[in-house]
Each structure stands twice: as structure tokens, then as C-alpha cells.
């Protein structure tokens, strides 16, 4: 069914903002820290281990991808209730907060490949 789809996407983006701003919380920022990121790197680890496994049926599938067509203006409109304003008020920290996670998940990408074309 195509609503199991849009669930899977629904609670990796959950699990993804729960991530988020624990790791926020966690480096004393008041903001969510790769929060859409975390959602859809599990996204894709839950679907690449259900493909592999036959548990994802073609309607399941199409539930993610049609939110796969919506994601930029997702992410858009996610990013436009995010207070930039506030998270450069903290300082440097925030700078390092947003460049490190991001350098260090470009790193992790053939890790995940890897792992992903077992």
C-alpha cells in the first residue's frame, strides 16, 4: 500500500528531528543539527535493506517516491522556519556545528555505498 510508504518516510523523519535537536541540544545549541539529514540517510538505509530483503512491495515504494518528488520544496519550506538569525547569534559554534556533520557525512558516502551494495 502506498500509505506504508509514506509512514516509513514518516518515521524516518521523526526518528531524523528527534537526532536533530538531541545532538542540538547535546552541543548547547537551541536548533535541530542535521535533523532532515539524519531523516534521509535512514530513509535510505530502511529502503535499500527492504528492497534487498523483498519486503518492500511496488505501492509501498510508490509512497516514498512520491514524496521523493516533493522533497525540495520540502526542504525549502523546512529551512525557511529555521532561525538563521539566532543560530549565528551563538557564535562560532554554530559555524563548526553546520560544517563539521557535513564534511564528515561526505566522508561517510562511500561507507555507506559500501555497505549498501552488499
Known amino acids: ?27 548547547g545549541i537551541e536548533a535541530n543539527v542535521g535533523g532532515v539529514g539524519f531523516s534521509m540517510i535512514l530513509l535510505m538505509i530502511c529502503t535499500d535493506g527492504l528492497q534487498k530483503r523483498g519486503l518492500l512491495p511496488v505501492p509501498t515504494e510508490q509512497g516514498i517516491l512520491f514524496w521523493s518528488t516533493m522533497y525540495i520544496p520540502i526542504i525549502i519550506a523546512m529551512s525557511a522556519t529555521q532561525n538563521v538569525f539566532a543560530a549565528f547569534s551563538q557564535g562560532f559554534m554554530a559555524l563548526l556545528v553546520g560544517i563539521l556533520p557535513t564534511l564528515l557525512l561526505f566522508l561517510c558516502i562511500p561507507v555507506i555505498i559500501r555497505l549498501l551494495s552488499k
Open 1 to 27: 500500500m502506498v500509505i506504508y510508504g509514506v509512514g516509513l518516510l514518516a518515521f524516518c523523519f521523526l526518528v531524523g528531528q528527534f537526532i536533530g535537536e538531541s545532538l542540538g541540544r547535546f552541543l
